[in-house]
């Protein structure tokens, strides 16, 4: 078989080794830059946890109410705890029948608080025999009432959850309607703040 034309002279194939090493070193210094001159990704330091279960406890020690999350991020930089797919459980001894579910969850580090975000919704199960009264008067005891936002901070030890955002309440037939809202847990009350307008149906 005939030698290709590139190898048939011992200097021709000396020269093109020679040419291909030293485009080769061109290539490799001119080549993919070096990205160390690029300050590194820094990773923040902290702890990820799936499907978690935090647990608050009062001033006497006694668990107050739980956390569920399917997902719980701590960042050491800052303390403050992000959560995704957050439930609050406040516990039977503590005698407040309501349940929170959102979308996402924070808890800062410098604040007794819970901020839920993203499709927030509040339930209590109370009854009582007039429950169209008891909305009109802005009570949670009656039929199951739900309270929907998009944005809601609960203070878990004072037993209160308020909003600036608009609210949408909701128990039977009946709907109200406000922008920001504060809701005493314990107390079973409601308050809203302003453009407030409800419809009763008997």
């Not at 078989?1 to 021709?12: A, D, I, N, S, V």
């Not at 399917?70 to 303390?79: I, K, N, R, S, Y």
């Given at each position: 078989?005939?030698?290709?034309?590139?190898?048939?002279?011992?200097?021709?194939f000396l020269a093109?080794?020679?040419?291909?090493?030293?485009?080769?070193?061109?290539?490799?210094?001119?080549?993919?830059?070096?990205?160390?001159?690029?300050?590194?990704?820094?990773?923040?330091?902290?702890?990820?946890?799936?499907?978690?279960r935090l647990t608050?406890?009062?001033?006497?020690?006694?668990?107050?109410?739980?956390?569920?999350?399917?997902?719980?991020?701590?960042?050491?930089?800052?303390?403050?705890?992000?959560?995704?797919?957050?439930?609050?459980?406040?516990?039977?001894?503590?005698?407040?029948?309501?349940?929170?579910?959102?979308?996402?969850?924070?808890?800062?580090?410098?604040?007794?608080?819970?901020?839920?975000?993203?499709?927030?919704?509040?339930?209590?199960?109370?009854?009582?025999?007039?429950?169209?009264?008891?909305?009109?008067?802005?009570?949670?005891?009656?039929?199951?009432?739900?309270?929907?936002?998009?944005?809601?901070?609960?203070?878990?030890?004072?037993?209160?959850?308020?909003?600036?955002?608009?609210?949408?309440?909701?128990?039977?037939?009946?709907?109200?309607?406000?922008?920001?809202?504060?809701?005493?847990?314990?107390?079973?009350?409601?308050?809203?703040?302003?453009?407030?307008?409800?419809r009763f149906r008997?």
């Open positions: 078989m005939p030698t290709p034309p590139e190898f048939h002279h011992p200097l021709r093109l080794v020679v040419a291909a090493l030293f485009t080769g070193f061109l290539v490799f210094r001119a080549g993919p830059k070096d990205d160390s001159s690029r300050p590194a990704p820094r990773l923040g330091l902290g702890y990820y946890v799936k499907d978690a608050g406890t009062g001033t006497d020690g006694k668990v107050l109410y739980r956390v569920g999350t399917t997902a719980a991020e701590q960042l050491l930089a800052d303390g403050t705890i992000t959560m995704r797919d957050v439930t609050v459980d406040y516990e039977p001894a503590a005698e407040v029948p309501w349940k929170l579910r959102a979308n996402q969850g924070q808890i800062p580090p410098d604040r007794n608080i819970i901020a839920l975000a993203g499709d927030v919704v509040a339930t209590t199960a109370s009854t009582t025999a007039d429950p169209a009264k008891a909305t009109a008067e802005g009570r949670t005891r009656g039929a199951p009432l739900v309270i929907r936002t998009d944005y809601l901070e609960l203070d878990p030890e004072a037993y209160v959850a308020s909003t600036e955002s608009f609210v949408a309440v909701e128990r039977n037939r009946d709907t109200l309607n406000a922008k920001g809202m504060r809701v005493y847990l314990k107390q079973d009350r409601l308050q809203f703040n302003a453009e407030v307008r409800g008997p």
